[in-house]
């Protein structure tokens, strides 16, 4: 048997089960992971349970819940109401302050799909209300969103610097940041004036006068001290390098001490979906990294490359991917693993360049409605917006940015 070609086989499978049903690829992975690894190929079950990531799951339980007291206690709800009042009824600069919410709030923690559900029921509503485009609001809460992604703090970061210092990768965490910031800025703000953004500065949001007049009340004890532990947590990281886990962990409790939030519903409001999806897919990659399926795959990804043309190619395939699939809880960890292997196939080829590549590649495409992202917009689309072409433009944005990424990683990390 095969055993290789059987566990790349077994990736394949997740994905697409998980890609058109609502079946959690990381459970399904970890069956997966089990079946092959014990029945076929003769491993003990530690060996299979040793690639489950604690030290990530643990991040991201720590990550997670610290946003999560803050988003049951109104925090991140009041930040965004009051930031919107400083368009001050101008339908153009609208867009633009939701993409600066998405992107400071998916930097400071939550992370790209916290950052739009929290954003997109009240971006989307704005949008109808002030005759802003449902795509061109999509296009800049979705971007936005991902533009913070790989803060060191947030969860898709988390995960990237993790995979990436596991080949090593060490150190990199805030140059893989503003890469990808770079990128999902450019394109988000060249796509929203192109198609139509510049329009909108001649045009007042009379509808939104009322709205955006309306009082909001101060932030009260519980939330300026979540703001304050929040702060906290940022300092201590960026300036005296303090641990994320053992920092977040740290004012989790300080919030639950206080009775900040409501503990309860702060648990139940962690996505265990996607903390048990990232966990799962990464313990069958590591699988098929001990049956040489990383070897097989990489062979095969070296047949159509070059070092120089690599980043081009590999951001093309993860963004094709990436439509149809989690762009960091699946791709991400498939494809960074692969990099050293990918590299002595080549005969050579710079590591940094093709990691930049997948993690760029992989996300420009979440406008997608495919996506977590880009569902999540349409979801919350108005009423009177047609949901149908709303759809269509989204998806030919999403397919788009495979072409895309291909093109601005080549210029940016295979020419350099």
């Known amino acids: 048997m095969n055993l290789p070609l059987v566990s790349l086989l077994a990736l394949l499978i997740a994905i697409l089960i998980s890609s058109f049903t609502r079946l959690n ?3 399904l992975s970890i069956a997966l992971a089990f079946i092959i690894g014990v029945l076929l190929g003769g491993l003990k079950i530690q060996e299979i349970i040793a690639g489950f990531p604690t030290g990530m799951f643990l991040t991201l339980v720590a990550i997670t819940l610290l946003f999560s007291q803050a988003q049951v206690n109104g925090t991140l709800d009041k930040l965004s109401k009051l930031s919107i009042k400083l368009a001050r009824g101008n ?5 633009m302050i939701f993409f600066a919410l998405a992107l400071i709030i998916s930097s400071i923690g939550p992370g790209n799909i916290a950052a739009t559900a929290l954003l997109a029921p009240v971006a989307m509503a704005v949008a ?3 005759g802003i485009s449902a795509f061109l609001m999509a296009i800049m809460v979705c971007n936005g969103a991902n533009a913070g992604t790989f803060s060191p703090f947030a969860p898709t970061g988390i995960i990237a610097n993790d995979l990436m210092s596991k080949i090593g990768l060490d150190g990199f965490a805030w140059q893989n940041y503003f890469n990808t910031l770079l990128a999902q800025s450019f394109v988000a703000f060249a796509g929203y004036f192109a198609l139509g953004g510049l329009k909108l500065f001649t045009k007042r949001a009379a509808a939104l006068d009322e709205n955006l007049q309306q009082k909001i009340d101060p932030f009260d004890a519980k939330q300026k001290l979540t703001l304050g532990v929040i ?3 940022v300092a201590s990281v960026v300036l005296f390098k303090i641990d994320v886990t053992l920092g977040a962990f740290i004012g989790v409790m300080m919030l639950s001490l206080s009775n900040a939030a409501d503990e309860k519903a702060a648990i139940q409001a962690i996505p265990w979906h996607t903390l048990l999806m990232v966990s799962g897919a990464t313990m069958l990659i590591a699988l098929i990294d ?3 399926g990383i070897d097989l795959f990489t062979n095969m990804l ?3 490359s070059s070092a120089t043309t690599i980043p081009a190619v590999i951001a093309f395939v993860t963004g094709v991917i990436s439509v149809y699939s989690s762009s960091s809880f699946v791709v991400m960890p498939a494809f960074l693993s692969a990099i050293p292997k990918l590299i002595e196939k080549l005969g050579g080829g710079d590591p940094l360049a093709i990691a930049y590549s997948i993690n760029v590649g992989a996300h420009l495409v979440d406008v997608s409605p495919l996506s977590t992202l880009g569902a999540l917009c349409i979801a919350n689309a108005a009423e009177s917006e047609n949901r149908n072409a709303l759809f269509h433009w989204m998806l030919a944005w999403g397919l ?3 072409l895309v990424g ?3 990683c080549f210029i940016f990390f295979g020419l350099r």
């Open 231 to 233: 702060a906290a947590l």
């Open 290 to 292: 001990k049956t040489g």
């Open 400 to 402: 788009s940015m495979c």
């Open 128 to 130: 109808g209300r002030a």
């Open 25 to 27: 690829v990381g459970l």
């Open 302 to 304: 070296a047949e159509f």
């Open 91 to 95: 339908a153009g600069l609208i867009p």
């Open 406 to 408: 291909a093109i601005v």
